[in-house]
């Protein structure tokens, strides 16, 4: 199975700055279509994981754009441009290159 | 945008069975994968499995593959998660998710879940 690796695990934000997630996967998750199959989730409190990126870098639709995914290979980081006060949750890497699914640890983002 | 609502509440013993459903409106039942994950409490989310309705196909995670069991019924839009020899440690709660199966999008669509606790 594919290891996801979160980093940090815990993230104290500041509302209007920057922050950034890293995720790193113990095979490549570089699909011979060019695609990388990871996909970012936020799960806010008591509410369902909802999707925010998928194949690395493309927004879901109504993600606001202070969200943004990057990476390839096996390095993957979810940055928010400005923290607003409603980014604070458990954010977590998943990938969908292959079965089974596997989903980093979370980091929760908190205020 | 396909919505998931899941069904209620389940309180169960340690070796019976629980049967989770999922009904899908507003979208192409069809056209999608469902996903089911879990998630024990204060822990993250565990992938258990999905199935394509269309297809009927069904892949599992390999330390569930024994005790769980994934079908649908296009006819109602309904997916449903079947559980058996339940133990303390399945607590948790259940959540049904949807992916468009032709396409790689995510999975963009997520029921409200459902907590399943495990008691005697």
């Known amino acids: 199975d594919i290891v996801m690796a979160q980093s940090p695990l815990s993230l104290p934000v500041t509302p209007g700055e920057p922050a950034a997630i890293s995720c790193r996967s113990s095979q490549s998750l570089l699909h011979s279509n060019g695609d990388n199959y990871v996909e970012w989730y936020l799960q806010k409190p008591g509410q369902s994981p909802q999707l925010l990126i998928y194949l690395a870098s493309n927004r879901a639709a109504g993600v606001p754009d202070r969200f943004s995914g990057s990476g390839s290979g096996t390095d993957f980081t979810l940055k928010i441009s400005r923290v607003e006060a409603e980014d604070v949750g458990v954010y977590y890497c998943?990938?969908?290159?292959?079965?089974?699914?596997?989903f980093g640890q979370g980091t929760k983002v908190e205020i | 945008q396909v919505q998931l609502v899941q069904s209620a509440t389940e309180v169960k013993k340690p070796g019976s069975s629980v049967r989770v459903s999922c009904k899908a409106s507003g979208g192409t039942f069809s056209t999608s994968t469902i996903n089911w994950v879990r998630q024990a409490p204060g822990q993250g989310l565990e992938w258990m499995g999905r199935i394509i309705p269309m297809l009927n196909i069904a892949d599992y995670a390999q330390n569930l593959q024994d005790r769980i069991t994934l079908n649908a019924d296009k006819s109602t839009s309904t997916a449903y998660m079947e559980l058996r020899s339940l133990r303390p440690e399945d607590t948790a709660v259940y959540y049904c998710?949807?992916?468009?199966?032709?396409?790689?999008?995510?999975?963009?669509?997520w029921g409200q879940g459902t907590l399943v606790t495990v008691s005697s």
């Open positions: 998943m990938q969908a290159l292959q079965t089974p699914r596997t």
């Open positions: 998710a949807r992916r468009e199966t032709a396409l790689d999008l995510g999975l963009d669509s």
